[in-house]
């Protein structure tokens, strides 16, 4: 009998490692195909992963875990940017990236204990596979993937699901539930839901942490400042907000009755639900409520496919998993819903995720030579380069890297020319004076004749111009440009660095 068991207990460890090893390789195919290519981690560093994770980690060390960003501790986010302070600096994408990616697989995890039966057996693995990847497949414009500051409304999936079926997690998930907890405003958004679910089924350990994690939220929510909108009073502006969440956000009149008919099928389907599932929705409901308060003075510019599409990742993913858990029951309302969800999902599943190259292995080279760099990271923004700032102790000698640009005109001065022959990618670093603030571009043509180009922001006075740039292995000529209107530049101690 003890052998028996044993051959069921490891029959049930390779069907669930064969699960995840499923669910990894889509997951792994999917972004592939989204981005277009294999190597999308190098270029995924975005936006607040520098200012306030990679600098807030430099500036403050396990400091930072209590330092808050809008309001709110980010916990997770800190861990994985403290972490990558321990490997080199062309590493930390992909340490970033690996945070993302271990939110999405916390959410799998989740959404995979609250399915009957995918541990054991084909449907409800299926059905968590096919759930999570619906989830993952949702009308987006890619801007909570692949990055570490996104990270957070995945594990906010995660959270949810732990929050509205608490029997189905054991004790041992209390430290994940804490960090899920002091990452952003989510506790304090499934607070009383938590607290809801706990008190009818008699399971106050998950919920105690989420209250306990949302009145430290709320401290420091109290606490921190933050600017506060006035509200949109045009009710159109609000009603076109509402159909836009109602259609995914696409406006071909098939795709958008095909996504009113899924919210109309899902509503019905809750007929006699589980109030675990009742309540899925009800998270839904005040994330994307909450979403609409924080743009409240512009709310139909945001949308799924477009300008703010991460308010809509959590309602969208809450309801993928209350229809896929009606599903796996049979209900046909359900059933339907799925159906119909299908068609916004098609329609948007080709579409591709851009990315914005900003050099970051370029910079990364160029660290050798600058005892202070800052990188740029997307999205590019006028006046905002969202820099990472980099210190190094010791550095190589760039003095045999100096040139001596010559003036074209007022705004511009050419470098070098037919230079970098052979390297994959070269920089212009220089001392610079500028009368008022704007944009510093590095040009480089080929031989060819094709020209392209890199542009910073710097504001007014004097500073370091630190450009970098990805090029092919033919020689190129290298221009420096300033983009402020008659306004003259004044640059000293220019080097071109060959990466």
């Known amino acids: 009998m003890e052998s028996v068991g044993q051959h069921g207990v490891k029959g ?3 069907f669930d490692l064969l699960i995840w090893l499923v669910f990894i390789g889509l997951t792994s195919l999917g972004l592939i195909h989204r981005y277009g290519f294999h190597d999308f981690i190098v270029q995924s560093l975005w936006a607040e992963d520098g200012p306030i994770f990679f600098n807030g980690a430099q500036t403050y060390g396990v400091g930072s875990f209590v330092t808050p960003y809008a309001g709110y501790l980010h916990v997770y986010a800190r861990f994985f940017a403290l972490a990558a302070g321990i490997f080199p600096l062309i590493a930390v994408p992909y340490v970033y990236f690996s945070g993302w990616l271990c939110a999405v697989l916390l959410a799998f995890w989740a959404f995979k204990r609250v399915v009957p039966d995918s541990n054991a057996g084909i449907a409800g693995a299926a059905t968590a596979i096919v759930g999570m990847g619906m989830m993952l497949s949702q009308p987006h414009g890619g801007e909570t993937f692949l990055t570490l500051t996104n990270a957070q409304w995945w594990l906010a999936i995660a959270l949810a699901l732990l929050c509205c079926h608490p029997s189905r997690f054991g004790a041992r998930t209390l430290p994940l539930v804490a960090v899920m907890s002091l990452t952003g405003p989510f506790s304090i958004l499934y607070a009383p839901v938590a607290a809801f679910v706990g008190w ?3 399971q106050w350990r998950i919920a105690s942490v989420v209250l306990a994690g949302a009145a430290i939220q709320v401290f420091f929510l109290l606490t921190s400042p933050r600017a ?6 045009d009710l159109h502006h609000w009603t076109a907000a509402i159909l836009t969440f109602l259609k995914f956000g696409i406006q071909k009149p098939a795709v958008g009755i095909a996504g009113m008919a899924f919210w ?16 899925l929705i009800v ?12 743009i409240k003075d512009m709310p139909s510019v945001i949308s799924p496919i477009g300008n703010g ?3 809509f990742v959590v309602p969208y993913a809450l309801a993928i998993a209350c229809v896929a858990l009606q599903v796996q029951q049979k209900k046909w309302i359900a059933i339907l819903a799925a159906i119909f969800l299908v068609v916004p999902v098609a329609s948007q599943i080709n579409k591709r995720f851009p990315q914005e190259d900003r050099y970051y292995e370029q910079y990364a080279a160029l660290s050798k030579y600058e005892p202070n ?5 997307p999205p590019a923004i006028p006046g905002n380069d969202w820099p990472m700032d980099i210190r190094n102790r010791q550095v190589r000698d760039a003095s045999n890297h100096s040139v001596l640009p010559a003036r074209v005109d007022q705004r511009t001065f050419r470098v070098a020319a037919n230079v970098c022959g052979g390297a994959k990618g070269a920089a212009v670093v220089a001392d610079a004076v500028l009368p008022v603030p704007g944009e510093v571009a590095v040009e480089w043509v080929s031989a060819g004749g094709q020209s392209h180009s890199a542009r ?8 370091r111009i630190q450009l970098a740039f990805a090029k092919e292995d033919e020689p190129v000529q290298v221009m420096l440009t300033y983009s402020a209107a008659g306004a003259e530049m004044e640059v000293s101690n220019v080097k071109l660095i060959c990466l």
């Open 12 to 14: 049930r460890f390779r």
């Open 228 to 233: 506060i909108g006035h509200a949109d009073g």
């Open 264 to 279: 109309v099928l899902l509503l019905l389907s809750l007929y006699k639900a589980s109030v675990n599932r009742l309540m």
């Open 373 to 377: 760099l800052t990188i740029p990271l």
């Open 456 to 463: 910073r922001s710097y504001p007014a006075g004097s500073d």
């Open 309 to 311: 599409s991460r308010y």
């Open 283 to 294: 998270c839904a409901v005040v994330v994307y409520t909450a979403g609409l308060y924080s």
């Open 200 to 202: 009818r089924e008699k």
